[in-house]
């Protein structure tokens, strides 16, 4: 296929992905009934669902599933004398170009010619270091010292607690802290959908070890994040890994490896892997008595850090599929069970049936939705409709109850990739259900 011809196709799935996300209740735009906001998306209840199940197997491997790893949940409001310390006041900016005619601001590493506006051709002005941190006020004070700043990174929140959960949990090297949560960016340019915003979400991990041993580490984790993007679904061939070179690390790394991903508009940043060596609990001015070693260290970080927007996203362009059907065009999502929104909906053949409708909601609804939770009841329009709906939202499995429910006390469950149907006695459901989610 043609360059062009290329770009355009993956423009098209971009757009199709968008539209999907919409129509179906997953994402929206932020603020959308008043024009929007920058950088900002409002999740639906679907997007809920998919980021909830994602954030839980990713706590399900790396804090519940082993003996070294203790979670925390910081405020995301910190003193900025923890900024201060981590480099950040001085340190994270991207470089900012305005243009002197229309305005527009641009990120110059982003621009193939700093000196002409790409929007209106005018000519742009001289660049500066643009601090991405927001900072807010605290109290009623209007001086500097009220000055405090969403956090851009959730790492922070667990150096700043070392000391709190050494003393509270006395773990031994080496042992990591775990968290989840919102982190914010003043992006100048807030693009390609979830995957650039100024208010995203971070899974995080900051593994202490001992100096010596950090090469070992660093490997571990990098086979143990690939481990996990396969356990959700993500395409694992349209993951690459790169080397990041010295002059575009982060100020406190010593070595990175992102993870970069065929994502529709390009390879780009998926989740990374940086050694931090002892950079912030030095500046934080911690340390560690090494009871085994008998001396007091400065442990060393391995740090895997995922955002949770771009894992929705890279899954969603991973699951994403189209096939023919009876002349017509049927898209879904490919989610594995363990994952999906919604792992089965319930329909009577006909709504206007009452005894479909009470056997359907009461024999085979009411049980499955209190044992899985994530459970739809679709009785809207006809049984085509809700599978093409359910297609869409990922649902694996589509029973319906008909009239040989009745009496023979099976019902049909349509496979969704396939579109094959089985009928499967209701009083095997739930083990149906149970052996497709362990999947
Ligand atoms: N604590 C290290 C750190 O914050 P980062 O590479 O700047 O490293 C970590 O961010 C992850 O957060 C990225 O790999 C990406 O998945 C996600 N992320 C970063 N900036 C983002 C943004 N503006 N919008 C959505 N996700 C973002």
């Known amino acids: 296929m043609k360059k062009e011809n290329i770009k355009e196709t993956q423009n098209d799935l971009m757009e199709k992905i968008v539209s999907l996300c919409k129509r179906r209740g997953f994402v929206f735009q932020g603020s959308e009934i008043y024009g929007g906001l920058g950088g900002t998306f409002d999740w639906g209840h679907f997007g809920v ?84 941190m927001f900072a807010t006020k605290i109290g009623a004070m209007e001086d500097s010292a009220a000055t405090v700043y969403l956090r851009p990174e959730t790492a922070q929140g667990m150096f700043v607690n070392f000391k709190n959960t050494v003393d509270a949990f006395h773990p031994r090297l080496p042992f990591g802290m775990a968290q989840i949560g919102k982190a914010f960016r003043n992006e100048i340019t807030p693009r390609d959908f979830l995957f650039r915003q100024r208010e995203f979400e971070q899974m995080e991990i900051e593994y202490f070890v001992r100096q010596g041993t950090w090469e070992k580490y660093f490997e571990y984790w990098k086979d143990e994040m690939t481990e996990w993007m396969q356990e959700i679904g993500i395409d694992i061939k349209r993951v690459h890994e790169l080397e990041v070179p010295a002059e575009d690390r982060a100020h406190y790394s010593s070595r990175t490896i992102d993870f970069e991903f065929d994502y529709p508009f390009g390879k780009k940043e998926l989740f990374g892997l940086a050694y931090r060596t002892d950079f912030d609990l030095k500046n934080h001015k911690l340390d560690y008595i090494d009871e085994e070693m008998g001396e007091k260290i400065v442990p060393h970080v391995i740090e895997p850090t995922f955002g949770v927007d771009r894992a929705v996203l890279a899954l969603i362009v991973s699951v994403y599929a189209e096939d023919q059907k009876d002349g017509e065009v049927r898209s879904y999502l490919k989610f594995k069970p363990s994952i999906a929104p919604v792992i089965c909906a319930v329909s009577p053949l006909l709504k206007n049936k009452p005894e479909l409708v009470e056997y359907a909601n009461t024999k085979v609804f009411a049980p499955l939705k209190a044992e899985f939770g994530r459970v739809a009841w679709d009785d809207n329009g006809n049984i085509g409709k809700r599978y093409r709906r359910q297609d869409e939202i990922g649902t694996p499995f589509c029973i319906v109850v008909d009239f040989d429910t009745l009496t023979d006390n099976t019902v049909t469950v349509r496979d969704r990739d396939t579109g094959e149907q089985e009928r499967i006695p209701v009083a095997e459901l739930k083990n149906y259900i149970n052996s497709k989610i362990s999947i």
């Open 49 to 132: 669902a998919l980021k909830n199940n994602i954030k839980q197997a990713w706590w399900k491997k790396f804090v519940d599933g082993r003996r070294d790893m203790y979670g925390v949940d910081a405020a995301i409001l910190m003193n900025s004398k923890v900024w201060e310390a981590s480099g950040h006041v001085a340190g994270f900016s991207d470089p900012l170009i305005e243009c002197e005619k229309c305005k527009k601001r641009f990120r110059a590493d982003q621009l193939s010619d700093i000196k002409k506006c790409p929007e209106c051709e005018g000519k742009l002005g001289s660049m500066r270091q643009f601090n991405m």
